[in-house]
């Protein structure tokens, strides 16, 4: 049986997992509290937090609707930041395909940033590991990340309205995200899709409805994947 | 339509859609490649859509009604640099916010 849960490799996951709880804590905290002073309810910060679970999509829906986008921006804009768990979804279904729908289900509701990472490395190191295996340490990597998701969540909302307003909120997403962007710009093609996608929503500002950052986001892909391919023809990487 | 509505709608879509993209290829597509083009934009998707939310949050904070602010723009400047050279969000995230609160208490 190739799919049976295998304890060890379960347990692994947990243990490479773990120093996650570090990131994943101050983030959730930060989530809740921001969401609570946008005026969301304990209720609604939780169900988005738990039915989400992708914390830069929840901060560019928080921050458009501060802003009182167009709905349809709102959704459009967020699951853009959220297109890279497709990419995550396509380099594990090698691994994880032959699973009975039921646990791909469940793997596809447990797939985040820290066990993508950590799966993708450790199947690549491994190819021998069966697929059970793979899920077993799949799941177990995730098992620490997603209850201080929402644990910390519930504490940041619980003391979210005792903030005071000096505490300058209002820049905690910008701050994150360009923290989450400092790692993210490993090559020349990355900085250029940033740069060119700064540069049109600075242009673009003035566009009603929030579009201009659909076409910013756009203008720095495009880029982004032309200083790709001319990069693969210098023969640089 | 109420905030509410809008906060529903938006939670709702963001629920389905964001398992939608986690489902699409384990669950639905299986083994089948995309196409190269397709993949290649893919990957620029987060680099470019967070820079761009944050740039005019920077230039033009809400917290002072689009004035220029040097603070926050120096906390932007050290909050990018220092995730760039450590490549550790966390330690990004502190710096940031310590220049924040340091360039606030200077020039507020």
Known sequence: MTTDFDRSSYWRGVRDGLPFVLVVGPFALLFGVVATEAGLSLFETMTFAITVVAGAAQFTALQLMSENAPTFVVIASALAVNLRLAMYSASLTPHLGALPLWRRALAAYFLVDQNYALASARFDRQPDMTTGQKFAYFMGAVTPVAPNWYLWTLIGAWIGKSIPPELALDFAVPITFLAMLGPMLRTGAHVAAALVAVACALIFAFVPYNLGLILAGIAGMMTGARVELWMEKQGVS | ?108
Do not use: K
């Open chain 2, 1 to 108: 339509m109420s905030q509410t509505t809008t906060l529903w709608i938006v939670i709702i879509a963001m629920a389905i859609g964001s398992f939608g993209l986690r489902f699409l290829f384990l669950g639905l597509v299986g083994d089948r490649a995309l196409p190269p083009w397709v993949l290649r934009h893919l990957r620029y998707t987060a680099v470019a859509i967070l820079p761009a939310l944050v740039a005019p949050l920077v230039v033009w904070p809400q917290a002072t009604d689009g004035t220029p602010e040097p603070a926050r723009m120096a906390a932007a400047v050290v909050t990018l640099a220092v995730g760039i050279w450590t490549r550790n969000v966390l330690l990004a995230i502190t710096c940031g916010a310590i220049t924040l609160y340091a360039g606030l208490f200077a020039f507020g």
